[in-house]
């Protein structure tokens, strides 16, 4: 079994800085690619950004330049650094992560519980 839990989340004000971590424990030969997703109110989850286990790093448009992905192989985590947040990165986050469980098994996709994020004054 394989569990992904995430924590760092509350309440900011815009143009403050939040880092959340996702740790990843259970039956674990290796992580390939680590990705943070968020879902706000009413609208469907989206891309927040992606990290292979080499390092290389994907962002949606809308966090460019604000956020930041990394992630440590040797404690299977990953974090996501949050910097000028704006009323609208208001959302839950979730983690995801390729797992794979055994040697010669392909990876599969494995998702956080999620974590509130709230951007307000």
């Known amino acids: 079994q394989v569990q992904l839990v995430e924590s760092g989340g509350g309440l900011v004000q815009p143009g403050g800085s939040l880092r959340l971590s996702c740790a990843a424990s259970g039956s674990i030969i290796v992580i390939n690619e680590m990705g943070w997703y968020r879902q706000a109110p009413g609208k469907q989850r989206e891309l927040v950004g992606t990290?292979?286990?080499?390092?290389?790093?994907n962002y949606a448009d809308s966090v460019k330049g604000r956020f930041t992905i990394s992630r440590d192989n040797a404690k299977n985590t990953v974090y996501l650094q949050m910097n000028s947040l704006k009323p609208e990165d208001t959302a839950v986050y979730y983690c995801k992560a390729e797992i794979v469980r055994g040697w010669g098994l392909l990876p599969i996709s494995h998702w956080g519980q999620g974590t509130q994020v709230t951007v307000s004054s």
């Open positions: 990290i292979t286990r080499g390092g290389s790093t």
